[in-house]
């Protein structure tokens, strides 16, 4: 099989490999198209601390290969279109038994993020991916792959959403306007939320008005906090999704929550230097301040769910699609400021 082999960063390589070997509850799943995400950006950059020769590539969709002798024929068959979870938890643990598999604190211990004896990755940029049949969710034959590819960060938006309880008629700020923020615009609204977003960028300022947005911000030319309040009756954002990887941001997230709202820090930072808040204030006014990590099980199954039944379509946020072939290309496109979700095709 051809692979897309980081060797070290800013050094990937199409690279012949032995065709992976399945096991009697496992399938191979043979990989159509793969998302480009901030994190393998990262990654190309050397920012993160993950072990090399290393296939990136976590945002994929594939069909049906090869089954394993134990695994269910009457759900699943040579050809079928699939996503796969890939958040590797243990399934044994406490935050894996009680819905929290999101979490699992095995998932960073895996050979996906460092391998000693070989290669690491979630190996999306590759033809084929080993996956246990559990982990499987079925797409319909009508969705192009290029759209379940996008699930992976569709299901972490959900979960997101879910976790901060977004409600009919809330007022909710998005913090950036990237491929993230914007899909936190489109769901937040699909929600039934007074939506509103905070971006520098003018043409994503447009965009997010186009995708469901009911009134944007400039940060660079108002104060945020009080041009929130002033679109929410002087209350602030019930809810605050800060998508943003600059620590300074968090703060300015926390301004513009109201008194006992939610602020939902979505994004990694970085760098991730610690930030001073004001407990005291948080006490007087009971803000709270949570966390949203990976997709769940149920929100992949609900992300998959809403493409196959077409009441979600996240083509807006596609930028461009790549044969993996033009790598290269593909990550110059995905490493621009500018840009959304750049997709690869795996055209052989």
Partial sequence: MKALVMSEPGNVKMTELPMPEIKPDEVLVRVR?????????RD???????????????????????IGSEVNKNRFHVGQRVVTYVVDNCKECYYCKNGFE???????????????????GFCGFGQFVVA??????????????????????VAC??????????EFGDDVLVIGG??????????AHMKGANVILSEPVEERRKKALELGANAVIDPTKVDVAEEVKRL????????????????????????????????????????????????????????????????????????????????FDPTPIIEDIYDYHDFDQAMACAMRPDTYKVVLKITD
């Fill in 44 to 66: 190309f950059k050397g920012e993160c601390d993950y072990s090399y020769p290393r296939i990136g590539g976590h945002e994929f969709a594939g069909e049906i290969y090869e």
């Fill in 132 to 153: 246990k049949a559990e982990d499987l969710y079925i797409a319909n034959d009508n969705v192009a792959f290029e759209k379940l590819a996008v699930v992976e960060p």
């Fill in 232 to 311: 929410t009756d002087g209350l602030g954002a019930k809810i605050v999704f800060n998508t943003t990887a600059i620590p300074a941001i968090a703060l300015q997230a926390l301004d513009c929550t109201a008194k006992c709202g939610t602020m939902v820090m979505f994004s990694s930072l970085h760098p991730n230097k610690p930030v001073e808040i004001n407990l005291g204030a948080i006490h007087s006014t009971q803000k709270n301040i949570t966390g949203a990590q990976n997709g769940t099980v149920k929100t992949f199954w609900q992300a998959v769910k809403m493409l196959n039944r077409g009441v």
């Fill in 157 to 166: 938006v959900i979960n997101s959403i879910n976790n901060a309880n977004v």
């Fill in 102 to 120: 999101n979490v699992c604190p095995d998932s960073l211990n895996s050979i996906t993020y460092k391998n000693p004896d070989g290669i690491s």
């Fill in 33 to 41: 198209a793969a998302g480009i995400c901030i994190n393998d950006v």
């Fill in 178 to 187: 990237g491929t993230m923020g914007m899909l936190h615009v489109m769901l």
